[in-house]
């Protein structure tokens, strides 16, 4: 799972993987099969409540809802950019807010270092 915040589309985006079972040929398999939830963010720092009853029953929503109160904590509406440096390189423009599932914190990374946003197996 990955979880970030994106200021230009002011949307808390979500991904993870499951397995899925496919069948070719009458051969059965297992796929990583990528999925995604965004919840848009208004401007002063509440989820959207048109999103919220569509994904409130969601497994991956008491995340998303945690990361946005931790974003809440630290002040980050109506927007953070240029307060945070990016984690990897130290960077102060184009950083954004993602969430690290092994400490439980929030990290900063540049748009160049997206692919290292922190990931764990949901």
Not at 81 to 87: G, I, K, L, R
Request: with cysteine.
């Amino acid at each position: 799972m990955s979880m970030r915040y994106d200021q230009d589309r002011k949307r808390i985006i979500c991904r993870w993987e499951e397995p899925t079972k496919v069948v070719m040929n009458k051969k059965e398999g297992l796929i990583n099969r990528s999925r995604m939830i965004t919840v848009k963010v208004n401007d002063n720092g509440k989820l959207n409540s048109k999103d919220i009853r569509r994904h409130e029953k969601h497994p991956m929503f008491p995340y998303i809802d945690r990361f946005n109160r931790m974003l809440n904590s630290i002040e980050c509406f109506p927007d953070c950019e240029n307060e945070h440096t990016c984690a990897v390189c130290g960077i102060r423009h184009g950083v954004s807010p993602h969430f690290d599932v092994g400490r439980q914190a929030i990290i900063w990374l540049c748009r160049e270092h997206l692919g290292q946003s922190p990931k764990v197996n949901a």
